[in-house]
């Protein structure tokens, strides 16, 4: 929603200001599609030359979420918190084996099942249990685990940036290729150099249009959304920090809820529960599940 807004606002204020100023708007209209057909195309062609076919499919696949709100808030984070308390209770309280089947097939085990909204999340389930099912082997050792899952985060981190890096890049070449389409205006103008001077002076003004067009596109458009991705790709990070602060913290022999208390602080302050809230949280869904 707020891509959208932002879009409007920077067309609005940028046509707003040109008609303040008295501006011709039919120089714009002429000139605005085959620079545009320039612009976008070489842009577009540069962009599948210098991705691979995976981070091409990563971007058309990210581009859909960028319109749309974080899903990161501070009510997924309680239910994410509430999930790993009440495993982390009951493993604490039976055994580690107690929720070997639950880890082995969260999608039909009671406890997870009271979690659709973490549930849902493929990558976040595969981590959480993942590390659940090394807590049971009980063959690793707090700092082993540790080193794991840092290597795991990094290594989704780095793939989770290179769409974002792949439309910044393009964002950057884009007022090159206006320069590249303003230049293609001004060799038809210069082979039109006998013609009155109104004539030419239309023709350079509609030639100035693409570098006009591609600055726009850049820094209004493009570079925006990858500055929206990159952040997009920190929110997802650091609820995978979340998790492993947590189950570290559980390893090292911290009962549940201080566990909680681990994970609970490595939240960003804007979405972070208080204490108390995430007390209550828990302690009301555990009254449920009685």
């Known amino acids: 929603m707020f891509v959208i807004v932002g879009y409007l606002l920077v067309i609005g204020c940028v046509l707003g200001g040109y008609a303040m100023a008295g501006g011709s708007f039919p120089v714009l209209l002429h000139a605005a599609p085959h620079e545009l057909f320039v612009i976008c195309g070489a842009a577009l062609g540069a962009f599948l030359v210098g991705n691979s076919s995976k981070t091409v499919k990563a971007t058309l696949k990210l581009l859909p979420k960028l319109f749309k709100g974080s899903k990161y808030t501070k009510a997924r984070y309680m239910e994410l918190m ?10 604490r309280k039976e055994g580690l084996m107690s929720i070997e089947s ?6 039909k085990s009671p406890l997870f099942q009271k979690f659709p909204l ?8 595969e981590f959480i249990t993942d590390y659940l099912r090394m807590m049971v082997s009980g063959n690793l050792n707090a700092h082993e ?8 985060i990094d290594t989704h981190h780095h793939e989770a940036l290179i769409p974002a890096g792949a439309i910044q890049t393009m964002g950057d070449g884009l007022p090159a290729f206006g320069i590249v389409a303003a230049v293609l205006g001004v060799v038809k103008t210069m082979a039109s150099v006998g013609a009155a001077p109104a004539v030419l002076g239309g023709m350079i003004a509609g030639a100035l249009v693409g570098t006009f067009m591609g600055i726009l596109m850049a820094y209004g458009f493009v570079s925006p959304l990858a500055q929206l991705a990159t952040q997009k790709v920190d929110e997802t990070t650091k609820e995978l920090q979340c998790v492993k602060t947590t189950l570290l913290a559980s390893v090292q ?23 108390i809230e995430l007390e209550d949280h828990v302690k009301g869904n555990k009254k449920k599940t009685a």
């Open 118 to 125: 973490i549930l849902a999340d493929d990558h976040l389930m």
């Open 102 to 107: 639950d880890v082995e097939e969260p999608r």
């Open 82 to 91: 509430a999930l790993l308390f009440d495993t982390l209770t009951k493993a």
């Open 253 to 275: 022999g911290y009962a549940p809820a201080v566990a909680l208390e681990f994970g609970r602080k490595v939240l960003f302050s804007t979405e972070r529960p208080s204490f």
């Open 145 to 152: 685990l540790e080193n794991l899952m840092d290597n795991e």
